[in-house]
């Protein structure tokens, strides 16, 4: 099993950037493909960016593409979510999860993952 904790939410002008982290504790973190979803209020959680076992291979969701940047470092234990040119509509809870994996795939749908996070709020204003 392996548990998360996300931090590095906060209050953003639009246009702004934060950094989320994410630190894994219990099992080999190089054993779990790692995603981050978000949840704004009154929505369903949403995939945003998932990353491979190895770090190789990403996804992201095509409404943040080309501005949030998703790593990993399984030495420190780490996920992080790079997120620049923040618009109001990215305001959400921002959840790390992380699925077990033989292979070194990502993947885009919540049900797969069996870990979580409890989130970290990013706000942004406009």
């Known amino acids: 099993q392996v548990q998360l904790v996300e931090s590095g939410g906060g209050l953003v002008q639009a246009g702004g950037s934060l950094r989320l982290s994410c630190v894994a504790s219990g099992h080999t973190l190089s054993l779990y493909a790692m995603g981050w979803f978000r949840q704004a209020p009154g929505k369903e959680r949403e995939f945003v960016a998932a990353?491979?076992?190895?770090?190789?291979?990403?996804s992201y969701v095509d409404s943040v593409k080309g501005r949030f940047t998703i790593s990993r470092d399984n030495g420190k234990k780490m996920v992080y979510l790079q997120m620049n040119s923040l618009k109001p509509e990215d305001t959400a809870v921002y959840y790390c999860a992380a699925t077990f994996t033989y292979t070194d795939d990502y993947f885009l749908d919540k049900v797969r993952y069996g870990y979580w996070g409890q989130g970290t709020q990013v706000t942004v204003s406009s």
């Open positions: 990353i491979s076992r190895s770090g190789g291979r990403t």
